[in-house]
C-alpha cells in the first residue's frame, strides 16, 4: 500500500491538474476580496469592506470542506478506468483494499495541501485588503475548520468509495449530494413531525454546520465555541469516517473492474 500511495504521489505531483484547480480557487476568493476592497474605496459608508465579513462565507458555509473534498477525489481518480489505471495496479498484485485505502489518504493528503494553499490567499488577501479586526474571525474560521476536519475525511472517503462503484463520476457526484445534503436537509425538516429523525438529523454533518452555525456582522454562534459542541463534530464526523470506510472496503471487494 504504501508503494501505491507513493506512486500516486509522484503522479499527482507531477500533472498540472491539482494546480490548476488550487490556482483556480486561490484567484476566485483573492478576486472576491479585491471586489470587497474596491467597492469600500468607491462607495461611502460601505459596510462589508471588512476581513470579518470575508471569512465569515467560509465561516457559515464549511459544508464547503466537503464539497472540495468530493472534488479533489474525482479529480485526482475520476478518469482511472478510462484510462485503464486501476485494471493496470490490480494487476500489479495490489490489494484492492489497499487501493481503496491508499486513494483516500492519497485524496485527503491532496485536499489538505491545496485547503493550505488556497487558505493562504484567501486570508492573506482578505488581510492585506480589508480592514477591522482580525483576531476574533481567524480564530473562529482556525475552529471551524478544525471541528469540520473529520466530516470532510468522511465525505471524501465517501466520494472515494461511490467513485468506485460507479462507472460514471457523474453518477457518483449525484448520489454523494444526495447522501451528504438532500437525505440530511429531508431529515431535518421531517424531523419537526418525527422525533427519531430529528434526533438523527441532529447529528448528520451537512445539518450540524449547516443549522447549528451562524456568522454574520452582528456576531458568530458557533458549535465548536463548546466542549461538547466540539465533541458532537469530532464525533459526527468519526461515525462518517466508519461508516463510509466500512463501505468503501465492502465495495472495493465486491466491484469488478471493468
Given at each position: 500500500m504504501l508503494n501505491y500511495i507513493k506512486g500516486e504521489g509522484y503522479r499527482i505531483t507531477h500533472s498540472r491538474g491539482m494546480y490548476v484547480a488550487a490556482g483556480i480557487a486561490s484567484g476566485l476568493l483573492v478576486l472576491m476580496n479585491l471586489v470587497l476592497y474596491i467597492s469600500n474605496?468607491?462607495?461611502?459608508?460601505?459596510?462589508?469592506?471588512?476581513?470579518?465579513?470575508?471569512?465569515?462565507?467560509?465561516?457559515?458555509?464549511?459544508?464547503?470542506?466537503?464539497?472540495?473534498?468530493?472534488?479533489v477525489a474525482a479529480l485526482l481518480f475520476g478518469d482511472e478506468r478510462k484510462n485503464g489505471t486501476l485494471k493496470n495496479v490490480v494487476a500489479y498484485g495490489i490489494p484492492r483494499i489497499h487501493i481503496f485505502i491508499g486513494k483516500c489518504v492519497v485524496s485527503i493528503a491532496t485536499a489538505l495541501c491545496c485547503m493550505a494553499v488556497i487558505l493562504v490567499f484567501y486570508v492573506g488577501s482578505a488581510y492585506l485588503l480589508l480592514g477591522g479586526p482580525a483576531a476574533e474571525p481567524l480564530g473562529k474560521m482556525a475552529g471551524g475548520i478544525g471541528a469540520a476536519m473529520p466530516s470532510a475525511f468522511a465525505a471524501v472517503i465517501l466520494g472515494v468509495a461511490l467513485l468506485t462503484l460507479f462507472e460514471k463520476d457523474v453518477v457518483a457526484a449525484i448520489v454523494w449530494f444526495a447522501v451528504m445534503n438532500v437525505i440530511p436537509v429531508i431529515c431535518y425538516y421531517a424531523g419537526f413531525k418525527v422525533e427519531i429523525l430529528r434526533k438523527i438529523a441532529g447529528w448528520m454533518p451537512w445539518n450540524i454546520f449547516r443549522f447549528e452555525v451562524s456568522a454574520n456582522m452582528s456576531g458568530y454562534h458557533c458549535l465548536w465555541d463548546t466542549p461538547s459542541g466540539l465533541a458532537k463534530c469530532i464525533i459526527a464526523g468519526a461515525a462518517g469516517i466508519l461508516i463510509f470506510g466500512a463501505a468503501g472496503i465492502l465495495v472495493s471487494r465486491k466491484k469488478e473492474i471493468g
Open positions: 474605496q468607491n462607495i461611502t459608508n460601505f459596510p462589508y469592506g471588512l476581513m470579518s465579513f470575508s471569512l465569515n462565507n467560509l465561516i457559515a458555509n464549511l459544508q464547503i470542506l466537503f464539497i472540495s473534498g468530493f472534488v
